[in-house]
């Protein structure tokens, strides 16, 4: 491997790192529901939390991830009540990672030289161009998603919802997360209430 191929490639996994770091964000709401009176809010059951893709979070990450969300709409100037009936709204949110892979292919070209060669000035060097060629490179990763969904507690109706997902470090996928997770939260939760002005 030449070292301008080891430094293209080590540019491009370094933007990889940095993207990773960066959750892609997504909100959807009914447009005929009006957020103005909501004050209180709690979770839609015992159980909050659905698991989708190909694992879940341990109970400890489970456990930062429900505070992360309660505190969230805490800042936000909402109450929580502990009753589902007593709120005017109530929350639930799925969770989960599936494990990918991205390929990528490049076309790199060879040059065979430097080489010797009569006639370019006195014994000069020159590069050869060679055969292009194209190369595949497989990555393996784990993406990991958290999607919060809000629900209308006196129409029982779904009136929000956001999500955010992204590849999972190292760190991460081990259960050091807890700036993930609130990260994760505040960029979710910052779409709600819709038309709310940016904090």
């Not at 190369?135 to 129409?155: K, P």
Request: charged share 25%.
């Amino acid at each position: 491997m030449t070292m301008w191929r080891r430094i293209m490639l080590g540019v491009t996994a370094l933007a990889l790192a940095g993207c990773s770091t960066t959750p892609k964000v997504f909100s959807d709401f009914d447009p005929e529901q009006s957020f103005d009176s909501y004050q209180t809010f709690s979770w839609i059951s015992d159980n909050p939390m659905t698991v989708a893709g190909d694992r879940g979070p341990n109970p400890i990450v489970a456990a930062r991830l429900k505070a992360a969300i309660q505190e969230e709409f805490e800042r936000k100037g909402f109450e929580f009540v502990a009753k589902p009936a007593d709120a005017d709204f109530v929350v639930a949110w799925t969770v989960g990672a599936r494990d990918r892979v991205d390929v990528r292919s490049r076309e790199y070209v060879d040059y065979y030289g430097p080489h010797w060669r009569w006639g370019y000035g006195y014994y000069g060097v020159r590069p050869i161009a060679g055969a292009t060629r194209t190369e595949v490179e497989t990555r393996e990763y784990t993406e990991g998603s958290l999607a919060i969904d809000v629900f209308d507690a006196a129409r029982k109706a779904p009136v929000w919802h956001g999500s955010a997902s992204k590849r999972l470090s190292e760190t991460e996928l081990k259960g050091d997360n807890g700036e993930s997770i609130r990260n994760a939260v505040t960029r979710i939760l910052e779409g709600f209430p819709p038309g709310a002005a940016a904090e």
